[in-house]
């Protein structure tokens, strides 16, 4: 079992459509959880932290469920510019993180 | 601020030669890391440093070298290229620790024939 799973998708979305990504991890050790944004051929860039409460930037919502491991995150009124690939990254139960394979996401006009 | 800098953008390699990548940041974090990613698998820890003069090892290390004499740069060597390390690696720092948010690099597209 993959440390990190997503799906890969892709989620082709219209514009101002809402859409939902999961992620599971499996060790019970983590204690560290964001969501990392990727564009095509580009580096990573943090998204953001989430927090055991959730918690909200603009149009974006992450949740972390410790109990069954998993780790969400819902965008609200797609634009264009999210297209991208959204990456689940989590600790190992140390300073190591583990990075998640991916969720594609296309928004179309 | 720069960030973080990676050189050189593209390399083709043959098999059996090395070739050092080069990073370097200008944020002054203490913690730096290499990573490498390949099509259909997440970015894998190679090595990483929590500050001058410390590195260690992360997921897969075999075949890369690093050395951190500066707190600005944290060099990836590739002792004897192999077509294994073709991959897109990505150099990254942070403030203190790994569950900082991490700065990563443009990339280095390695090719190995």
């Known amino acids: 079992r993959k440390e990190v799973e997503q799906d890969p998708g892709p989620f082709n979305v219209p514009e101002g459509a809402t859409v939902a990504f999961n992620c599971t991890y499996s060790?019970?050790?983590?204690?560290?959880f964001f969501w990392y944004r990727q564009d095509c051929r580009k580096e990573p860039k943090l998204l953001m932290s989430?927090?055991?409460s959730g918690n909200e930037d603009g149009r974006f919502t992450a949740q972390l469920n410790r109990a069954s491991q998993y780790i969400s995150l819902l965008i609200r009124d797609s634009k264009l510019s999210d297209s991208a690939t959204y990456l689940c990254?989590?600790?190992?139960?140390?300073?190591?993180?583990?990075f998640g394979t991916g969720t594609r996401l296309q928004v179309f006009p | 601020n720069a960030g973080v800098t990676q050189t050189p953008k593209f390399q083709v390699l043959k098999t059996g030669q090395s070739m050092t990548l080069q990073c370097a940041q200008d944020?002054?974090?203490?913690?730096m890391s290499w990573y490498r990613q390949d099509p259909g698998m997440g970015l894998r820890l190679i090595h990483y440093?929590?500050?001058?003069?410390?590195?260690d090892q992360g997921e897969v290390p075999n075949g890369y070298n690093v050395s951190r004499s500066t707190t600005e740069d944290f060099p990836l060597r590739l002792l004897s290229a192999a077509p294994s390390q073709t991959s897109v690696y990505f150099c990254?720092?942070?403030?203190?620790?790994?569950?900082?948010?991490?700065?990563f690099g443009p990339g280095t597209r390695l090719t190995v024939l």
């Open positions: 990254a720092s942070s403030y203190v620790s790994g569950r900082d948010e991490q700065f």
């Open positions: 060790n019970s050790a983590s204690q560290s």
């Open positions: 989430v927090y055991s």
């Open positions: 990254v989590v600790n190992d139960g140390t300073d190591k993180l583990i």
């Open positions: 944020m002054n974090h203490e913690y």
């Open positions: 440093s929590v500050g001058a003069g410390i590195t």
